[in-house]
């Protein structure tokens, strides 16, 4: 029996979320629904031709970054470089109205320039921002929706692993979707921090302040050592990478190097500390690898049987300008990012997507910051944002995913204004827009 793409195309959506809806994980889902293509479309010789495409993706180079970045953000979250960088941000700023609000979000800001690792920022922001909070009596569903939104913020603020796999996929060059993410990533941080300032000097009640005494000169400058760390591993990955001295992977392994001198020289460095952030990382890379290898697997049968072509076509034809093309696009991201891991969306939707992009004359940069703000959203977005799971658990029993999901809605609008900006206003929020030819 044969079948048409059209048809095929329809088998492949209605397989997949039947799938994913049951509780199969997204890259056995997608790797058996790639497979049901070959054998229904090309034929078993075809399954040597998929494995290539996926050999050749893990294989480069800058894939190694990664399990890197991966493996330094596990280090950091098992030491106290990010406490006491928390307790010198709080020294400052203790006694601002919302102040431990805006406190989680530099800390986020800065712990995302770190490493790009997002599930382990919000659940480290759990467990050392969310007691403070809550024992100041701050309002809980503000709380909730600072420390996810702004634990999330290693989507978009380099060396980001979304941005890092969307070049990859798409060939494009990983520096320059760094240098562009950094102004809507800042725009989003600072959206947050203006956010938690303005609501709680409207409302008081929100975020009482503290009665511990006020620190004086002194005893405030005696906490900035904490904030040496960080800044330092900062300037070593996005320095070493904007200068031009080394690539990303390179970046990756100097940021970790420079993290175990650290630790080594706090002398907070141990063996059971190391073999816990090796087996966080062989874990998450290996989920990583896993949706990668699936969803290559599917992309790759449905570029086979010409699909990308066949949906190119579609939606050219119904002859759009380019925008309201570019606004579906988002539109179809926000609504699969809120069923689908990232991994699986850029890893699908970028073969199909792309090509339309650049029929119509887009920079693939400037739409990759336009899809990892898209992804920000989706941190958040219910039924299934990772952002509530991973702080579910490390909060007290009495806090719900309701709850959470409760918090995350101001924050979700925050996200979808820089999304906005990004699309409609690009001169403002990039620094290349005079390289963007869209066609009229």
């Given at each position: 029996m044969e079948f048409d793409i059209g048809t095929l195309s329809i088998i492949l959506i209605v397989g997949l979320l039947g799938l994913i809806a049951i509780g199969v994980p997204m890259g056995f889902a997608s790797g058996f629904m790639g497979a049901v293509l070959v054998f229904l479309y090309i034929?078993?010789?075809?399954?040597?031709?998929?494995?290539?495409?996926?050999?050749?993706?893990?294989?480069?180079?800058?894939?190694?970054?990664?399990?890197?970045?991966?493996?330094?953000?596990?280090?950091?979250?098992?030491?106290?470089?990010?406490?006491?960088?928390?307790?010198?941000?709080n020294a400052w700023l203790?006694?601002?109205?919302?102040?431990?609000?805006?406190?989680?979000?530099?800390?986020a800001t800065i712990m995302a320039a770190m490493s790009g690792i997002i599930g382990g920022e919000i659940v480290l922001l759990g467990l050392i921002a969310l007691p403070q909070m809550l024992r100041l009596k701050y309002d809980q569903d503000m709380s909730i929706g600072i420390i996810c939104a702004s634990g999330s913020l290693g989507t978009m603020i380099p060396p980001s692993i979304v941005?890092?796999?969307?070049?990859?996929?798409?060939?494009?060059?990983?520096?320059?979707?760094?240098?562009?993410?950094?102004?809507?990533?800042?725009?989003i941080s600072s959206l947050i921090i203006i956010y938690i300032l303005i609501r709680t000097r409207l409302q008081p009640h929100l975020?009482?302040?503290?009665?511990?005494?006020?620190l004086t000169f002194k005893e405030k400058m005696s906490y900035l050592p904490g904030l040496l760390p960080p800044i330092g591993i900062v300037v070593i990955v996005l320095g070493s990478i904007y200068s031009g001295i080394t690539g990303i992977t390179e970046a990756a392994g100097m940021g970790v190097v420079a993290t175990l001198i650290i630790i080594f020289a706090r002398k907070e460095l141990t063996w059971f500390l190391f073999r816990d952030a090796l087996v966080r990382t062989f874990k998450a890379?290996?989920?990583?690898?896993?949706?990668?290898?699936?969803?290559?697997?599917?992309?790759?049968?449905?570029s086979l049987a010409g699909?990308?072509?066949?949906?190119?076509?579609?939606?050219?034809?119904?002859?759009?300008?380019?925008?309201?093309?570019?606004f579906m696009m988002q539109i179809m991201f926000l609504i699969m990012g809120a069923f689908m891991d990232w991994v699986g969306i850029v890893l699908l939707a970028m073969p199909v997507f792309l090509p339309i992009v650049l029929a119509l004359g887009f920079d693939p940069i400037w739409f990759g910051i336009l899809f990892c703000v898209n992804m920000q959203v989706s941190f958040l977005s219910p039924p299934f944002g990772p952002a509530a799971f991973y702080l579910k658990s490390v909060t007290p029993p009495h806090i719900s995913l309701t709850d959470i999901f409760?918090?995350?809605a101001p924050f979700i609008v925050i996200q979808l204004i820089v999304l906005a900006c990004v699309m409609f206003f690009p001169e403002f929020t990039t620094q290349n827009f005079h390289e963007f030819t869209p066609k009229k």
């Open positions: 034929g078993d010789h075809a399954l040597g031709i998929l494995l290539s495409r996926y050999y050749s993706l893990v294989v480069t180079y800058s894939f190694l970054s990664v399990p890197l970045f991966i493996f330094m953000a596990s280090l950091l979250e098992r030491s106290n470089i990010a406490k006491d960088l928390y307790d010198a941000l203790r006694k601002t109205r919302g102040g431990v609000g805006v406190v989680t979000a530099i800390m941005l890092i796999i969307y070049g990859l996929t798409t060939e494009t060059s990983i520096t320059m979707l760094f240098q562009e993410a950094i102004v809507p990533g800042l725009m975020a009482p302040l503290s009665d511990e005494p006020a890379s290996g989920t990583i690898l896993t949706i990668t290898f699936g969803a290559t697997v599917l992309a790759g049968a449905y699909g990308p072509t066949y949906v190119a076509e579609a939606i050219l034809a119904y002859d759009l300008k380019p925008m309201y093309l570019i409760r918090g995350f």
